[in-house]
């Protein structure tokens, strides 16, 4: 790489964990230009994954969320523009406008602007001082300060930040019910039978589960929203209303600006998402190496990723994004692990019991081959269904179901399956 381009300025437009870390990545390898990375929040770049569980419990702060601190950016020259917003981006002047009237040029341009909170069209909701959602600090710490032990809360979708936040709720004496549309939880991310033991589970720790519901009204008092009628006619009194039902990338600013745009930005396998501009993070819809076509993650792991790629792409020694998507949550005293993609599954193999109290892996296989896998309680078996999907070798499904036959992945050829360690 030339030392001209190690000399360019680059602008990262969003101040989460995919531009805190990509900034960071730059300094470390060796970049010399100026860095500039401006963010909507009034906050450092930092962490969500803590916001729907450690920060909603009390237990960490705002501060021990940042990916670094204040003197970090000081120290590694990091012009940090926080609270403040960009307008447009002209592709040929390379430049943007940002609200504050700046005006910057950029010879390298990173977009990782996120995401927002999918909103209900009761545009009144908007207005009720009891509605939240969950995807900053400001949300999470406005939900900490309304809940109390009794509260009524009613969590308008049944996916994992809903789950999540409830059961959190639950362990802060609050009263819940859950609403989800579809007639199982979690029905965009998991088999039935998986679905089937976060609905236990949650019933269990005494929440109210509504399945095949949705809202159809809303009761106001004094502006708030006091009660929900369902679609099956019953009607649930609350205090507080979350509202957890997915989120729309912020890829407005991107259209605008004549990049290509199809439910996030559309980027190549180095993040690439035009001449001298990238897209990483939760807005990015990137080449999927296991399936084919575009996906769109919205992941911690594939901020943290895809950061690291696009800054190495800029730094002069690219390498293609390939890896295995991987998440988790944290619900109550159990932690779920999830690593690839099951859409398009047509055969679950369960290892183990799904059963309350029990450990489990479920692999899921299209194909013959294992493309995802969903583990409670078992890592080393997480790890290795992690390590067949990007083998792509064929499964021995007999191997997979049997708890005695330790899980292997071969890492010889693609013909070779699962087997015994």
């Not at 295995?324 to 047509?346: E, H, M, R």
């Not at 078992?378 to 330790?406: F, H, M, N, T, V």
Request: a negative charge; one cysteine or more; proline letters at 5%.
């Amino acid at each position: 790489m030339s030392a001209h381009a190690l000399d360019e300025r680059v602008v990262v437009v969003g101040g989460g964990q995919a531009g805190g870390e990509l900034v960071a990545r730059l300094r470390a390898g060796g970049h010399a230009g100026e860095i500039v990375l401006i963010g909507t929040e009034p906050h450092l770049p930092y962490t969500r994954p803590p916001l729907s569980k450690t920060f909603l419990r009390g237990e960490a702060q705002a501060e021990e969320l940042f990916l670094r601190s204040a003197r970090f950016y000081e120290e590694q020259d990091i012009t940090v523009l926080a609270d403040t917003t960009v307008n447009s981006i002209d592709l040929h002047a390379k430049t943007l406008e940002c609200d504050d009237g700046t005006s910057l040029a950029w010879d390298k341009l990173v977009l990782a602007t996120g995401g927002r909170p999918r909103r209900l069209p009761d545009a009144t909701l908007n207005d009720a001082s009891n509605v939240h959602y969950v995807r900053t600090i400001d949300d999470a710490a406005r939900l900490r300060a309304g809940t109390r032990p009794g509260t009524r809360f009613a969590v308008v979708g049944g996916g994992y930040v809903g789950l999540e936040v409830t059961s959190v709720l639950r362990r802060l004496g609050a009263e819940v019910t859950v609403i989800e549309a579809a007639d199982r939880l979690l029905a965009r991310v998991t088999s039935p039978p998986v679905s089937e033991f976060f609905r236990q589970l949650h019933e269990e720790e005494g929440v109210d589960v509504r399945l095949g519901s949705q809202v159809e009204s809303y009761e106001y008092v004094d502006g708030d929203v006091a009660a929900l009628r369902l679609s099956d006619g019953s009607v649930i009194e609350v205090d507080q209303v979350l509202i957890g039902i997915g989120m729309i990338p912020n890829d407005d600013l991107a259209r605008a600006a004549g990049l290509t745009v199809d439910n996030g930005i559309v980027v190549d396998e180095y993040c690439r998402a035009g001449s001298d501009v990238y897209a990483i993070g939760d807005v990015s819809r990137h080449p999927d190496p296991q399936n084919g076509g575009f996906r769109r993650l919205e992941s911690m792991p594939n901020a943290a990723a895809q950061a690291r790629h696009a800054a190495e792409d800029i730094l002069g020694t690219p390498a293609p994004y390939v890896d295995v998507p991987w998440f988790w949550s944290d619900q109550y005293d159990i932690k779920f692990q999830c690593a690839g993609l099951n859409t398009g599954y047509d055969e679950i193999v369960v290892r183990g019991d799904i059963t309350i109290g029990s450990q489990f892996t479920v692999f899921y296989l299209k194909d013959g081959r294992v493309c995802s896998v969903d583990s409670l309680g078992r890592p080393a078996e997480y790890a290795a269904g992690k390590a067949l999907i990007a083998g792509a070798a064929p499964a021995d499904r007999q191997a997979l179901a049997d708890p005695s036959i330790p899980l292997r992945a071969s890492r010889r050829s693609r013909e070779t399956s699962v087997g015994i360690r």
